[in-house]
């Protein structure tokens, strides 16, 4: 069971604009920054969104992030097949002290 | 480019020890926390523990999981990381990711593959 909580699977056809949630409490999410992961099987995972709502440099505007409180949400418009992958969100607990990740979204392109 | 290769991965027994190294590179090493991050075959990320940096003193923190076996370390003038698992358990087998830590984890190694089996 994890700390942050995500829908176990998405899908969507090309073209299309999908979200995922990414549900916390006051101690991770209502405190601190989100992070949003992209893993592909057997590669490094990378960084989509950075400190809730940022793109680092590299990665396209179809992605994008928010927060509201203590949940945020992950969305990609404009699906491609490539987009195909398990995506997670982070952030810091206080509770914890340490860093929690959502359980993974596993996106199916249809 | 930032560079973060691990190695050291590999088979051992219930109760043995294995240590895991990090080389960084393309970065200010000695400025940035650093995490490690695992995940087991067919389950998600988990946090495994992180350093701070000089400003820090180089304390940890670690996941319940792995407190009281594991320890991180880090040579800044060599530009690595360490992880040294103790004790290690049959639940501990994954993939063990690198990671730097910019208030977040913004880059990750490509992992090194810990197999816990008798």
């Known amino acids: 069971q994890s700390v942050l909580t995500q829908p176990p699977s998405v899908s969507g056809t090309p073209g299309q604009r999908v979200t995922i949630s990414c549900s916390g409490s006051s101690s991770n999410i209502g405190s601190h920054d989100v992070f949003w992961y992209q893993h592909l099987p057997g590669t490094a995972p990378k960084v989509l969104i950075h400190?809730?709502?940022e793109r680092p440099l590299g990665v396209p505007d179809r992605f994008s992030g928010s927060k509201s409180g203590t949940s945020a949400s992950l969305a990609i418009s404009g699906l491609r097949s490539e987009d195909e992958a398990d995506y997670y969100c982070s952030a810091w607990d206080d509770s914890l002290s340490g860093r929690v990740f959502g359980g993974g979204t596993k996106l199916t392109v249809l | 480019e930032v560079q973060l290769v691990e190695s050291g991965g590999g088979l051992v027994q219930p109760g043995e020890s294995l240590r895991l190294s990090c080389a960084a590179s393309?970065?200010?090493?000695?400025?940035?926390?650093m995490d490690w991050v695992r995940q087991a075959p067919g389950k998600g990320l988990e946090w495994v523990g992180r350093?701070?940096?000089?400003?820090?003193?180089?304390?940890?923190d670690f996941a319940a999981s792995v407190k009281g076996r594991f320890i991180i370390s880090r040579d800044d003038s060599k530009y690595s990381l360490f992880l040294q698992m103790n004790s290690l358990k049959t639940e501990d087998t994954a993939v063990y990711y690198c990671a730097r830590d910019n208030w977040g984890i913004d880059f990750w190694g490509q992992g090194t593959l810990v197999t816990v089996s008798s």
């Open positions: 393309g970065f200010s090493f000695r400025d940035y926390y």
């Open positions: 400190r809730n709502n």
């Open positions: 350093i701070r940096n000089k400003a820090g003193r180089y304390t940890t």
